[in-house]
């Protein structure tokens, strides 16, 4: 897989694929029957040849790709109903064509009961909707849903923003989602990526040099071909500190563990070298705890900070994980904020920043790296006095607002945890599991980015590649994971990619 194969196109990025499509000489209709193939290929997965199946569709070219698929279907054997949503003289263009094409009886979608069915095709409406579904849109999706019967989407879920993944009103909850070309955000952002079911990704033909060129996204999928050509590589000669020196901030006595946590996850992802950097209350806490590969050292201030931050050994510093929130922590944070040394910060770090504007502001200042991984509450702590930043509906689009603001690459952590980086990229994240819903996983993948960082992969790469092995991680624990188990699961996976048998995303 080509990182180009990870794209994610807009909207108005596949309208423009669409284009240049036809202008090159692929006439709109081809590419519609191409798309209706697909979805009729979709229904026969679920279904056998003669079983019923229900078309419903809408007034543009979403439902034009509806009355191709259910041409193809009905000459496959299978029982065929057409219902359109509108007039069937008001089709124009390449719909048009396809509902002559059809040929058959159409109905009204009051006529047509999905529960007569076995299966439903939803091509209502594409993933260009800008408003909310009402009237008899809004009642043929509730009854559709309500029918307990399998629902093939073409291109989106009916009433699901392709570009934000939200919906505003009613939507429709698809067994599988047929698109096309490349996917679209709205297909891996929450919850579009619930109610989209399996998603079917199908070439129509669009000619993707050309169109990828003209559209130049930036955002894509996350995965291996996006950044497995950083993957840490020593020779035989590579020693601890080539392998990177990473320093762990920590508090008092009674946060111990989290720290902890995130240097054992550096280690395991490779880094040469962990220290903790504890309270004194705390150093014997951490002393009588494993790993031995471990270190821990005293640090009482700021004061003792400023040799440690100039010492050219030490690669990167983690900060936040049990920080804690105190005057030392504030003063520790200080101080990192107007260093040049490379920064993971989350947790109690996080909290610091959301309430001191102005060192928020010296991120972007700053001439080295910093990555920021907040969860949503953190995030609107964080961004949320900024109203550009706010009210924009779509998590991706907060994301890349945030690093750019903050000049920091954004981890916004979630079941669809998005990545950003200053310049405009972004990844969407789709690895995972709900099992990693447990105390200390966030430490854990915390550390995961601060050991990639330490062994030079670039940050935007390295917060990806550390985003997508822990979901891995998580998938392969299962429900009944604990974070002290996470690390552990990292070195397998770090084998399979090093093989180039990495699994697709």
Not at 89 to 98: K, N, S, V, W
Not at 134 to 153: C, I, W
Not at 366 to 391: K, S, Y
Not at 446 to 455: K, P
Request: charged share 20%; glycine share 12%.
């Amino acid at each position: 897989m080509r990182t180009t194969d990870l794209a994610l196109l807009t909207v108005a990025q596949m309208g423009e694929a669409d284009r240049i499509a036809i202008a090159g000489g692929t006439p709109g209709i081809m590419l519609m029957e191409r798309a209706g193939a697909a979805v009729a290929d979709a229904v026969s997965r679920h279904a056998a040849s003669g079983a019923s199946v229900s078309v419903f569709c809408g007034p543009g070219n979403n439902g034009g790709d509806g009355f191709v698929a259910a041409r193809l279907l009905r000459e496959r054997g299978f029982q065929v109903t057409v219902a359109l949503l509108g007039d069937v003289h008001a089709l124009r263009g390449d719909a048009a064509i396809a509902a002559e094409r059809w040929g058959g009886p159409i109905l009204p979608p009051g006529v047509a009961v999905p529960n007569d069915a076995d299966i439903l095709v939803d091509a209502l409406f594409g993933a260009g909707l800008s408003r909310p579904l009402a009237g008899e849109a809004a009642q043929l999706v509730a009854t559709m849903n309500a029918s307990g019967r399998p629902l093939v989407a073409v291109d989106v879920p009916s009433g699901l923003s392709g570009d934000t993944g939200q919906a505003e009103g009613p939507v429709v909850r698809a067994a599988e989602t047929v698109t096309f070309f490349r996917l679209k955000p709205g297909h891996l952002l929450q919850p579009g990526r619930d109610l989209c079911g399996q998603v079917t990704l199908a070439d129509i033909g669009i000619p993707a040099e050309a169109a990828l060129e003209a559209t130049a996204p930036t955002a894509f999928a996350n995965g291996p071909a996006l950044w497995s050509c950083h993957l840490p590589r020593h020779g035989s000669f590579t020693h601890k500190f080539e392998r990177g020196a990473v320093a762990v901030l920590a508090g008092g006595i009674a946060g111990v563990g989290a720290p902890r946590l995130g240097a054992r996850a550096a280690l395991r992802i490779g880094a040469g070298l962990a220290t903790i950097l504890c309270a004194p209350a705390a150093l014997a806490a951490h002393a009588t705890r494993g790993p031995d590969a471990l270190m821990q050292r005293s640090l009482a201030d700021e004061t003792g900070l400023a040799p440690l931050l100039e010492d050219r050994r030490l690669s990167v510093v983690l900060a936040g994980p049990a920080l804690g929130l105190d005057a030392r922590a504030r003063q520790l944070v200080a101080a990192l904020v107007h260093s040049s040394k490379p920064l993971v910060l989350d947790a109690d770090a996080l909290t610091i920043l959301a309430e001191n504007a102005e060192a928020l502001s010296r991120l972007g200042q700053r001439n080295a790296t910093c990555v920021m991984t907040p969860h949503e509450g953190e995030f609107r702590r964080l961004f949320g006095r900024e109203p550009a930043i706010d009210r924009d509906s779509s998590k991706l689009e907060r994301a890349r607002k945030a690093a750019a603001f903050s000049g920091a690459i954004v981890v916004y952590k979630g079941a669809d945890t998005v990545i950003a980086c200053p310049d405009g990229r972004a990844a969407i994240n789709a690895t995972g599991s709900p099992a990693l819903a447990t105390a200390g996983s966030g430490d854990v993948l915390a550390g995961m980015v601060t050991g990639l960082v330490a062994q030079g992969v670039p940050a935007f790469e390295a917060a990806c590649m550390a985003v997508w092995l822990h979901g891995k991680a998580g998938e392969a624990l299962g429900f009944g994971l604990i974070a002290d188990e996470l690390p552990e699961a990292v070195p397998p996976l770090l084998r399979t990619l090093a093989a180039g048998a990495g699994p697709d995303p």
